[in-house]
């Protein structure tokens, strides 16, 4: 892996399958958009399991769940300070206030059902990956790895995914390919361990292998590929 290619992060990569001309927009134009309600609720649980699992490498407990739902609640405080969309329909102090809710709950089941399930190793450590044939690098963060060498991605949502969210995600072979270049051998398996906003727990499980890191490399060469033409 050459040091001087440059790169793209899982994210950018995701929003350019989505939609090209938004991806124009954001990484050609230096357009950003604000973040909508649903994704500040995302990353405010998110921004909540990283801070119990990076203490736990060294400490082996969790955090209590009343400190859990404080920092998710404190998290979600910090994002409106910030820009942001709303549905013109609703009501700004009513969406903040349901986004609230929904992620302190979260956090509560998160204490109760998700976090002892974990002893990480390894939290938030941005990894660069070689892509083999690609004119570009792949780099990102890696979120969790655990003793059991399982790479899991926090998430909250709506409603229930699916097995083929998981089997199909870009985004956990990014994971995988960011594991096997940390450590040198591949995930035990990767996971999707999910909140929805119902307050249920599932938990997708997946494996990623050489045929998979070459997919994510085929992908990147076709998203080069488009942008040069």
């Known amino acids: 892996m050459s040091d001087h290619k440059p790169h793209l992060s899982p994210s950018s990569i995701g929003l350019f399958l989505r939609c090209g001309e938004a991806w124009r927009r954001r990484y050609v134009e230096n357009e950003k958009i604000p973040p909508g309600i649903k994704q500040i609720r995302g990353s405010a649980y998110h921004a909540m399991a990283a801070v119990n699992f990076r203490q736990k490498i060294n400490s082996h407990s969790d955090l209590l769940e009343s400190d859990l739902m404080d920092l998710a609640a404190e998290a979600i405080n910090n994002a409106r300070r910030g820009e942001w969309q709303h549905d013109e329909a609703t009501d700004p102090k009513d969406a903040w206030a349901e986004a609230k809710d ?20 390894l939290v938030e450590e941005t990894i660069k ?15 969790m790895v655990d003793d059991r060498q399982r790479v899991t991605d926090h998430k909250t949502a709506q409603k229930a995914k699916s097995q083929q969210e998981a089997d199909a995600s870009l985004q956990l072979s990014f994971y995988a390919a960011a594991h096997r270049a940390r450590y040198g ?16 727990r599932q938990v997708l499980r997946s494996t990623r292998g050489y045929s998979d890191f070459q997919r994510l490399a085929d992908v990147v060469n076709v998203m080069l590929a488009s942008i040069a033409a």
Do not use: C, W
Not at 129 to 143: E, F, K, N, R, V
Not at 187 to 193: A, C, I, K, N, Q
């Open 102 to 121: 929904e992620v302190v709950n979260a956090a509560s089941v998160f204490a109760r059902q998700v976090s002892a399930d974990y002893q990480p190793i």
């Open 129 to 143: 990956i070689g892509l083999p044939g690609a004119s570009h690098d792949a780099m990102g963060i890696l979120d």
């Open 185 to 200: 051998i591949d995930p035990s398996e990767v996971r999707l361990d999910v909140v929805t906003t119902g307050g249920k």
